[in-house]
């Protein structure tokens, strides 16, 4: 590695495994597999790629990375001993060994202690802005006109451009032009090197003499401490605030990210368990709800803001939380929209298959889909820039590199001790600090949004990590199922009504028992207990379902933990005394009753007077309005009509189950992945690749066989001898391709060999070869099986 040359030469002295981890760390470098380790290289040199890589890097990496490009000025490589000096006792040697590591395993910096270099474009992106100082001020003053610099440089005694950059690079003399700084422009000069190197000011381009100098900031501008960028912005230059940060030119440096600030909580898990328990009876009644009445897709995507708000009120939820439900439940494959012209969200097949799951199942279903869920739900109802609304499950709330940088956020909880929760500040400054060039404008936002989100999943409770968060972490779906289960309450049998027509279920309600009574009543409020009230309204929905009185009466009977009282049995008891006398059916729709006066009352009220009723007969009704308006307008103007089918019989409001069948989703992500399998074998390609190009070099001007006889006669030897060579071939497609293969017999107009690009043995037509070569000193980069 001493003898490298390039960072390809760099990257060909690593053994697989170091290769293998950097295809790991840097997908990007492997998709598609590079044919040698040249391309590798190059690839690792693309600023895109570059950029990518530095996300991945913490505060104080950065900080040496920085370091490196001061130290190294004009030259191209630095020294090891210069760093430590740059970061002095702010750090260990160790520490800084391992840093420097981390760059080198990266494939940002290579070369050994005693030079170290950092890859071009890896300098071009850092050195703007290294360590947070400010450009170098012949950057600064080529920006700038002659006459503009000439009096700076009559202050100082020296000749144009060329006499102040010489003066800036020569610390001695710097050093001499800056004992003769005053206090005020001391501070201001300090101010500028400890914080941001730009500073704002007013006619900062007007020529500044020391005679004119009326503030710190025009005696600074007259003697070139800071150089103007504009007509009201100043810059202090790179030279200068190296010199006055003094030891501490790397700024603020810590090899230790930021402590976490924790305190114990109590209930932790019992609270994540609550939340867990809620989400799943949530997400149920979502489900159900679109399944009897499913929302239309909408023509760009997505769901629109009214079908939110009715979910929300149906739910007892916030809009917010219920654009994270749609898409939790979405991403779990338990929710698509239909086929044909006018889609509809409803629930697919799937959804019948988690409902027969035990709720801790159903749990971390909906919890592993959050985990991997490409989608920035809190930014549902937002506005983008051309003042769009954003629609929950529409396209542009794909965001590929979340699910990352949510793990990110988990990862950060799972280091604090259970039972314990960090405050929300100390954990946003220990994950700036962990990777400070990644989140965009974002960041700090979806952090925020990252820990609600899992507190409302349950994956934390009370700002701490659950123990089946821990596990869902981890990997362990069954031990997260298995801790949730021990914290989830047992489903209630019985509820308690109350004298003013509400139900409280005091918890859980078994599934059979939670639908019969949503059935005969609606949602009032929710939390430790749900509260139902039961109202007209909703005990003919009962029974226009096929329910009877009597069965009504039983459920509240054997149900009920309290006395029925009797101003329920009364409502159920009238309800169903009117229900149904009178009957709606088709004509488009007629109204039929027994009671002539009753049917007259009705065609005289002005409430029915939209429906356009006239009288057929002494005892119907009819209306040019579908059968559903005029049912539901009766019962407006406080009639209690009931469906009719066309034998005469009563025409049950039985919910259709509507499914779907989940459609294949596109992966739309742009985030590589790799694991340590995929890229064992791209290395052995690139071994392979590298084999072969050096082969292909050296074989035009050395020994390359072009006639049949010869090349039969070479690959015969090679086979016998069990060497490596170099075959140029042409595939059955035309395309010229070059592998190292070892021959292991040549009979038939063909030749058998082990490939070492495609790791396995492999027939080749001798009239297809191009060209054969020997591959001489070549280290084999997988021997094959024997």
């Known amino acids: 590695m001493d003898t490298a040359r390039s960072l390809a030469d760099w990257l060909r002295g690593w053994p697989d495994e170091r290769l293998a981890a950097l295809l790991v760390a840097r997908p990007d470098l492997a998709v598609p597999v590079p044919p040698d380790v040249g391309v590798l290289a190059a690839r690792a040199a693309v600023r895109l790629s570059v950029l990518r890589a530095l996300e991945q890097l913490d505060a104080f990496v950065l900080a040496l990375l920085d370091g490196l490009v001061l130290a190294s000025g004009t030259e191209t490589a630095t020294p090891y001993d210069d760093l430590l000096a740059l970061v002095g006792e702010a750090a260990t040697a160790e520490q800084v060994a391992a840093g420097v590591d981390r760059l080198r395993d990266l494939a940002l910096v290579w070369g050994t202690h005693a030079s170290l270099r950092v890859v071009g474009p890896v300098r071009d992106v850092v050195a703007p802005a290294a360590a947070g100082l400010g450009r170098p001020v012949a950057t600064l003053l080529t920006r700038l006109r002659v006459k503009d610099v000439a009096p700076v440089a009559q202050t100082l005694g020296v000749d144009g451009v060329g006499g102040l950059v010489d003066l800036f690079n020569d610390p001695a003399r710097l050093g001499a032009l800056l004992t003769t700084v005053g206090a005020d422009e001391r501070r201001v000069l300090e101010t500028l090197a400890a914080g941001s190197p730009l500073g704002q000011v007013r006619d900062a381009m007007r020529p500044a003499t020391p005679a004119s100098a009326d503030s710190p900031v025009r005696w600074l501008l007259a003697h070139g401490l800071l150089v103007p960028v504009d007509d009201s912005t100043v810059e202090l230059p790179r030279e200068v605030g190296v010199l006055v940060r ?112 035990p709720p801790e199942l159903r749990w971390t279903a909906l919890a592993q889909a959050w985990l991997a869920m490409s989608r920035l739900a809190a930014l549902a109802g937002e506005r983008d820039e051309r003042d769009k609304v954003l629609a929950p499950l529409g396209l542009e709330l794909e965001r590929p590199a979340l699910p990352a940088e949510r793990r990110r956020v988990l990862d950060q909880l799972a280091e604090v001790p259970a039972g314990r929760a960090a405050s929300r500040e100390s954990l946003t400054e220990r994950l700036v600090w962990s990777a400070p060039r990644r989140g965009g404008r974002l960041r700090d936002r979806v952090h925020g949004w990252t820990l609600a989100e899992a507190e409302l999943l349950g994956v934390t409770g009370r700002g701490g990590l659950s123990a089946a ?112 006398r009178m009957r709606v059916g088709v004509a488009n729709a ?85 694991d340590a399998e995929h890229a064992a074998l791209s290395v052995i390609a690139l071994r392979a690749g590298d084999l072969a190009a050096r082969a292909a070099r050296r074989a035009p001007v050395t020994t390359t066989r072009s006639t049949t006889a010869d090349t039969l006669a070479f690959l015969q030897s090679a086979a016998r001898e069990r060497r490596q060579v170099w075959l140029g071939y042409v595939d059955a497609q035309g395309r010229a391709t070059s592998r190292v293969v070892e021959p292991r017999g040549v009979e038939g107009g063909f030749v058998t060999a082990w490939d070492h690009l495609r790791q396995e043995d492999r027939t080749f037509a001798l009239h297809r070869v191009t060209g054969v070569a020997d591959v001489e000193d070549a280290p084999t980069p997988s021997p094959p099986p024997p």
Do not use: N
């Open 246 to 357: 003094g030891e501490r030119v790397l700024g603020s440096l810590s090899a230790d990210p930021p402590p976490l600030e924790t305190t114990a909580v109590k209930g932790l898990d019992d609270a994540a368990a609550h939340s867990a328990a809620a989400l799943v009876a949530k997400a149920e009644g979502l489900l159900e709800l679109w399944a009897a009445t499913p929302p239309s897709v909408l023509r760009a995507g997505g769901i629109g803001v009214r079908e939110l708000k009715r979910v929300g009120k149906e739910l007892d939820l916030t809009e917010p939380s219920v654009a994270l439900l749609v898409e939790v439940v979405a991403a779990a494959g338990l929710l698509d929209q239909t086929a044909g012209l006018d889609p509809e969200w409803v629930p697919t097949r799937a959804y019948d298959t988690w409902l027969a799951l």
């Open 469 to 580: 968060g821990r596990a869902l972490l981890a990997g362990d779906d069954k031990g997260a199922a298995r801790l949730l289960g021990h914290r989830l309450p047992e489903p209630l049998d019985h509820v308690l009504v109350q004298p003013d027509l509400t139900v409280v279920a005091p918890g859980p309600l078994e599934r059979e028992l939670a639908q019969a009574v949503a059935l005969v009543a609606d949602v009032e409020s929710t939390g430790g207990a749900t509260v139902y009230r039961v109202s007209e309204t909703s005990v003919r929905r009962a029974l226009d379902a096929g329910r009877s009185a009597s069965d009504l009466h039983e459920l509240f009977r054997t149900r009920s933990r309290t006395p029925v009282p009797q101003s329920l049995t009364y409502l159920i008891d009238d309800v169903a005394r009117r229900h149904g």
């Open 590 to 674: 007629y109204v039929r009753c027994d009671d002539e006066a009753l049917l007259s009352e009705v065609l005289a009220a002005k409430r029915t007077r939209p429906l356009r009723l006239r009288r057929l007969a002494p005892t119907v009704l009819v209306s040019s309005s579908p059968l559903d308006v005029v049912l539901e307008a009766l019962r407006a103007a406080g009639y209690a009509p009931a469906a009719e089918a066309p034998d005469g019989a009563l025409l049950l409001a039985r919910r259709e189950a509507r499914r779907t069948q989940l459609r294949p989703r596109p992966h739309r992500s742009t985030e590589h992945s790799f």
